[in-house]
């Protein structure tokens, strides 16, 4: 059917131009850092009081930004992309330097007239947080079950969702499946969490594969390892993957609260939702 015209609103594109984290030199809220065993440079804003940390990034940065670093002076703590592997450092020339183990931070190489740069050590308690999360390889944690999905090849380490049917967050080092209420338990009916995904790079790099259980929609398995114990047989709950499956912004026709638009200088169309009041729009993808 005949698109909407639309234009973009350049205020929006320079927030998304400019951001934290970005290549030094720094903004005035930032510190340019280097951090003990890592090769280059970056600009670390300091964590808030609640060790949140601000989340704009460069375009195209998939790393989560963490309260991972220390001041070696000072001790005051600041924030830092969280990488396992350089194409979630984005597209502006930063890589991930590896500082504890598989955890690592987007780092740009220093440049030769960079001012000096404030000596940083990695926070061993948040990088042992990175390091160790649900939705590992088994043998699996105290509050997870080892799973076996029904038409999934291998298996998983499935903790249990909450009343409200939201998941532990914590993930593998370079993961970027969202975890969701998922599964189900064969036997007793009590509902688990896993890693949802599309294709086998959304489960990270610790050598999860993704195994599609309902058309498009996978989760993340591992091999299951001969010496492996018995796994609980699970299913897919049919309702959350129709909600996995149906979501905003998919090819045109468009949903009922969407536009087809047709964007100025771009080619093709797409379905866009309407912004909340508060400019936030729907995260299902």
């Known amino acids: 059917k005949p698109s909407t015209p639309m234009t973009i609103n350049n205020q929006a594109v320079e927030t998304q131009s400019a951001s934290h984290y970005e290549k030094p030199p720094c903004g005035s809220d930032e510190v340019q850092a280097q951090v003990q065993g890592a090769n280059g440079t970056l600009c670390a804003p300091q964590c808030a009081s609640d060790s949140s940390c601000p989340t704009d990034k460069p375009a ?13 002076a000072s001790g005051k703590k600041y924030c830092a992309l969280v990488c396992a592997a350089d194409f979630m450092c984005g597209v502006s020339g930063a890589k991930c330097s590896k500082v504890a183990g598989p955890v690592g931070v987007c780092t740009y190489p220093t440049a030769v007239t960079s001012k000096p740069s404030t000596p940083m050590t990695v926070d061993k308690e948040a990088a042992e947080t990175e390091s160790a999360s649900h939705y590992e390889k088994p043998p699996c944690g105290s509050d997870e079950v080892q799973a076996q999905v029904q038409g999934a090849n291998g298996t998983l380490c499935a903790p249990q969702c909450a009343s409200d049917s939201s998941c532990p967050t914590d993930k593998p080092a370079g993961t970027l499946a969202p975890a ?11 509902k688990y969490c896993a890693l949802v995904c599309a294709a086998d790079f959304m489960c990270g790099v610790s050598g999860a594969k993704c195994s599609k259980v309902a058309g498009p ?44 638009a047709q964007v100025q200088g771009a080619n093709g169309t797409l379905c866009a939702p309407q912004c909340a009041s508060d400019s936030s729009c729907p995260t299902d993808k």
């Open 60 to 72: 195209g940065t998939l790393a989560p930004a963490k309260c991972l670093l220390q001041d070696s």
């Open 180 to 190: 969701k209420c998922l599964l189900q338990d064969s036997a007793s009916g009590k």
């Open 217 to 260: 929609v996978g989760v993340c398995t591992y091999p299951t390892a001969v010496t492996s114990k018995p796994s609980t047989p699970m299913t897919i709950n049919n309702q959350a993957v129709e909600t996995q499956s149906a979501s905003h912004y998919e090819k045109p026709p468009c949903g009922s609260d969407e536009v087809q």
